[in-house]
């Protein structure tokens, strides 16, 4: 597997170690949305043990679907947990088909379409030879979840085929492709414009393109937004005049 696709999968999926799903009741409605959660609130990381991903899952096969999250989202975190890449690709197996499951009772909720595509992004990062061969499932899932809710987790969906088109290899091998990346990184920005790693992406994704007018200029804006400590305010303020230098004297060139 090429040394760029395997950065892409250590890179993408580190977005999100895991995923947070608020403790309410979730059900099918009629048009197969979940309507007790508000995805909006989706934030990542919430630890759980391997016993809760089993309980969730044994509800899941009973057609829970709200189980099926919690289960797939529990695996995604357990994933983390170890360091033996058998054990972790074992998991990541179990959380994809969960939240496959998931997608299946809930196929119109933005949150089910995100949590599938981490996984399988996940099982992709631990199974290498299937790394290529998974990224249309990624591309597929994260598409869907940016149609049914693109502000799940600070714009996750957009930024996630940011992530995918930025660091994938181009055509023929795979579907890298800056201006797409550049696409959804600002699509993500509008949506969530106070999300660090949206407007991160995109500076990368212009300094990729040779635009670095642009890139200097919302690199700067974001330093600016950041104000640090007091202690530490000499310093910044001494950095980003620095940046402003550099970026003039490129823009001069």
Known sequence: MPYAFSSLLVFLFVLA????????????????????????????????????????AAAARRGDGSSALKAANCYAFLVRQKKDKTLRLADAVKGRKLAEAAVIMFPKSGLAHYVYAY?????????????????????????LAAKFNPEVNGAGPDRMLGELYLRAPGAPLSIGDLEKAAAHYRRAIAIAPKHTENQLG??????????????????????????????????????????KRLCSMRDSE
């Open 202 to 243: 995109l500076v990368e994704t212009l300094i990729e393109e040779g635009e670095d007018e642009e890139a200097c200029t919302h690199l700067h804006g974001l330093l600016s937004g950041m104000r640090p400590a007091r202690s530490s305010e000499t310093s910044w303020r001494k950095t980003l005049g620095l940046l």
């Open 17 to 56: 170690a895991c995923t947070h799903l608020p403790e309410q009741s979730v059900h099918k409605t009629e048009t197969g949305t979940i309507s007790a959660i508000t995805e909006a609130d989706f934030r990542i990381c919430d630890p759980c043990t391997r016993n809760q991903a089993q309980g969730w």
């Open 119 to 143: 996984l399988t992004g996940l099982e992709a990062e631990n199974d290498p030879l299937r790394g290529l061969e998974l990224v249309p499932v990624i591309e597929r899932e994260a598409t």
